[in-house]
């Protein structure tokens, strides 16, 4: 205090003091996150400091929408921490009186799952997962890969407990992997691999049953190689349409199964009608001993035959069916359709696999009264090499 005197009065002054009181305006305060993105069912710790510093001041982490996911207090030095665990991505700031802070975004990520089932060529290979959040109705993004590259994308819905089930037919042999993701407005992308699967090539020959004779018998028709009662068992007739087949990939001529016909399977030579012309017709390659039923100029069946040896051969050229005869011939030819003089299209017991018949088309039994129901009379034959 001091004393002045102004004009004969005295007069008394106070220096101003400034003192601590809680009424003061708060100064700023801050917000951290541990983690920009977190797994859904994680969380992610939030650190932050109040400017003064200042012990057991309360501050509430607060989202957008305004409502409180956690509260904490200040130490003595302003610090302060909390942990929230949002189910959603999540815009945040903490709140000090009057004060915010600049916002914290937290990124949610999905968590995903998934499994590819047995890989086997010309089979549907069966992916299943998961998505924690489940979003009924959303679409999960799978896609295979072989070998490293991408082969095809499914686009596969999730169920009300977020489930998803696709399927991918495997068309070619490889080592092969699936990848599965969903994101949405409310979440991260989330991802999950699975893998390696490989296609197997197991030996296959007549006795042999199971999945894989079924895959290789599907797949023979596919290509139109003459096959009946398409089943799990490799017999006879199984072994015929194998041997036609071989024949006409330019293989061994035998009618077993290895690595190779199942490659070849997968990316086959496609044989191609000598003529284009309208209707129906019989062509005999006796280049590679396979006889093909072909219409409108497309191959539609390949058989295993076996033509004339050297010393009586099968002539080339183009002819016609002129006669036939249910059941068997004087010279025991089984359902003969003859084409040209006494050379006849007809079933016998021994069908090799290089020509060797007196100048006929020999066909396996079991197919010898199906070639015959189909050569009608003046039906044309083309032979050649």
């Known amino acids: 205090m001091r004393r002045l005197a102004l004009g004969g009065f005295l007069v008394l002054a106070f220096a101003c003091v400034t003192m601590p009181s809680a009424l003061a305006a708060a100064g ?45 207090t200040t130490n003595a030095g302003g610090s302060f921490a909390a942990s929230v665990s949002p189910n959603a991505n999540v815009t945040l700031h903490a709140v000090w009186g009057n004060e915010v802070s600049p916002d914290v975004s937290i990124g949610v990520r999905a968590l995903v799952t998934v499994h590819l089932g047995p890989v086997r060529v010309f089979d549907r290979a069966v992916v299943r997962g998961t998505v ?19 082969v095809a994308d499914r686009s596969a819905i999730m169920g009300a407990a977020g489930g998803f089930r696709t399927t991918f037919t495997i068309e070619d042999p490889g080592t092969y992997r699936v990848r599965a993701a969903f994101a949405d407005p409310d979440h991260v992308r989330g991802t999950a691999i699975d893998g390696p699967a490989s296609t197997s090539f197991p030996s296959l020959g007549v006795g042999s049953s199971g999945p894989f004779v079924l895959l290789l018998e599907r797949r023979l028709v596919e290509l139109h190689y003459r096959l009946v009662d398409v089943d799990q068992r490799y017999d006879f007739r199984t072994a015929d349409a194998v041997l036609a087949f071989r024949k006409v990939q330019r293989m061994l001529r035998v009618s077993t199964v290895d690595a190779g016909v199942w490659r070849a399977l997968a990316n086959p030579l496609r044989p191609r009608a000598r ?109 050649y090499h």
């Open 132 to 150: 924690t959040p489940a979003v009924a109705g959303a679409t999960v993004a799978v896609t295979l890969t072989r070998d490293g590259k991408p």
């Open 28 to 72: 700023p305060v801050t917000l951290s996150a541990s983690a920009g993105t977190i797994d859904f069912g994680g969380s992610v710790g939030l650190t932050g400091q109040i400017s003064p510093p200042a012990g057991g001041q309360a501050v509430d982490i607060v989202d957008v929408a305004g409502a409180v996911l956690a509260s904490t």
């Open 275 to 383: 003529s284009s012309t309208k209707g129906f017709h019989i062509e005999v390659d006796q280049t590679r001993q396979v006889l093909y039923t072909v219409r409108d100029g497309s191959v539609t069946n390949i058989m295993h035959v076996s033509t004339g040896k050297p010393s009586t051969p099968t002539r080339d050229g183009s002819f016609s069916v002129t006669r036939k005869l249910a059941g068997y011939s004087g010279h025991q030819l089984y359902y003969p359709s003859y084409f040209d003089g006494d050379r006849a299209i007809h079933g016998w017991p021994d069908v090799p696999t290089y020509a060797a018949s007196h100048g006929c088309v020999r066909v396996p039994y079991w197919n010898a009264r199906w070639i015959y129901g189909l050569a009608a009379i003046g039906t044309r034959v083309i032979v």
